[in-house]
């Protein structure tokens, strides 16, 4: 039987040579408290393979500028302000369904982001939430069944070239949602597997694709759904999951 572990407020926070951290499969982390990791300058890899309603709080991985790599649990609920603010080379933002708030400046100034999934149950968004500043964003992924208000500059500095893409039959609203119609939109509505779980769509050279469980083995290259673009894709984001 695991414990239930909460790391308070500043407990590893300056901790320079800390490089990776991960926990117990048993454990279930039930906090991450302010300014926990924060300034952690080698912090590469972090993991929560288990949580209980687990709250990311303010500036918890604040300028760990080299944290590539963030595994969390779908129990997160709440990511604080700053908390993750200036982790330069984080990649992937993969925000869990039952995340309801993303604070200010919460992913702001990560300039290596190059995918961000948004989960269906967030209500708020706060001022600079997502702010990256990162020139190779190519997508962000959102299961939001609607467009929500966001803060003030909550999705500043993302190119107009960075795909929005919505659930089927979405489109037009956020076409008509400020904020989040100054990037491409686009539907994820391509079907490429029997239980209508896998997806996918094509834009502007990237080829993505979404959903769950395994892919079909298509067999002959005439089969594969996207054949048609194979000459132009020069970029693949694949969900993880598949």
């Keep these: 039987m695991g414990n239930s572990l909460a790391i308070e407020e500043s407990a590893f926070e300056g901790c320079t040579s800390l490089k990776s951290v991960s926990f117990d499969e048993r454990d279930t982390i039930t906090q991450i408290g302010k300014s926990a990791f924060k300034n952690c300058s080698e912090l590469q890899s972090f993991s929560v393979p ?48 039952q995340v309801t708030r993303i604070g200010e400046w919460a992913y702001a100034n990560c300039m290596q982001m190059d995918s961000v999934r948004l989960g269906s149950s967030i209500q708020t968004i706060g001022d600079c939430g997502l702010m990256i ?7 962000i992924d959102c299961y939001l069944p609607k467009p929500i208000t966001i803060g003030l500059q909550a999705l500043d500095y993302i190119p107009s070239s960075c795909l929005l893409v919505v659930n089927p039959g979405t489109a037009e609203l956020w076409r008509n949602a400020d904020g989040w119609n100054t990037m491409t939109i686009i539907e994820r509505n391509n079907v490429i597997s029997p239980d209508e779980e896998i997806t996918w769509t094509f834009k502007n050279g990237l080829l993505s694709i979404f959903g769950s469980g395994p892919m079909e083995e298509f067999g002959a290259s005439n089969l594969i759904p996207w054949g048609a673009y194979s000459k132009q894709i020069d970029s693949v984001y694949i969900q993880d999951g598949i």
């Design 133 to 139: 500043n990162s020139e190779n964003i190519r997508i």
């Design 50 to 97: 288990r949580a209980s309603e687990l709250t990311i709080e303010d500036s918890a991985f604040e300028n760990c500028s080299l944290l590539q790599s963030v595994i969390l649990s779908g129990n997160v609920t709440t990511i604080g302000d700053y908390a993750f603010s200036g982790c330069r080379a984080l990649k992937i933002a993969n925000i869990p369904d």
